[in-house]
């Protein structure tokens, strides 16, 4: 493994996913569930998902010519940087708004293995398509080193949850969303200006 391909794409899900509705929803599951049974369910269902996003990445690392890789992964990493810069002006009030919808999609209080099944149904079908599954592939795309991006994303996702089960109303209190929005789109445009370079010192 990479430890610097690990490191990167921690960085860079981990600040993607912070001001996400990931993030909100693991928080409201929480008050509804035991924390550590959440906490599993989310982390169970970011697992497959991470592993769907690695699988897809490296397909099209064996399956495409080099460039074409790093001009998609360009492009997915522009595209980041553009949602997240274009949704950090009203991304508290969009916070305040998901929240509102996770508490209305509440059942009655879980426990045990119907706290996990719950928790994981509600973040496998909030998280496809989700931007931090682009990055994903779009990482092993860049960096081509499977294992290391999945360890660093998946990584970053159950330190998100775990945040959000353990400490998410101290954060949402203490953190403007909407700053961690502009963080996640410089990182994002970094890569991108990375890619970039080395595609073009490559034709």
């Known amino acids: ?37 959440v906490w599993i369910g989310v982390g169970l269902a970011f697992l497959v998902q991470t592993i769907l996003a690695v699988t897809v990445g490296r397909v099209v690392v064996r399956f495409l010519p080099e460039q074409v890789v790093e001009a998609v992964a360009l492009l997915i990493f522009l ?61 092993v795309g860049r960096y081509g080193h499977t294992l290391s991006v999945f360890v660093g994303a998946w990584g970053a996702l159950l330190v998100v949850s775990g945040l959000a089960v353990l400490v998410g109303r101290f954060l949402l209190r203490h953190v403007r969303l909407s700053v961690v929005h502009y963080i996640g789109a410089a990182v994002c445009l970094v890569l991108a200006v990375i890619t970039g370079y080395e595609l073009a010192t490559s034709l």
């Open 79 to 139: 595209a980041g940087a553009v949602l997240l810069f274009r949704a950090a002006p009203g991304a508290d009030e969009a916070e305040q708004e998901a929240e509102r919808e996770y508490e209305a999609r509440g059942d009655e209080a879980k426990r045990g293995l119907a706290a996990i099944g719950a928790s994981f149904l509600v973040l496998f079908a909030a998280e496809w398509g989700d931007l931090s599954q682009l990055l994903t592939i779009s990482l």
């Open 1 to 37: 493994m990479d430890l610097a391909v690990i490191g990167i794409s921690f960085a860079a899900i981990f600040l993607v996913e912070l001001p996400d509705k990931t993030f909100v929803a693991a928080l409201v599951l929480s008050t509804r569930y035991r924390g550590l049974m």
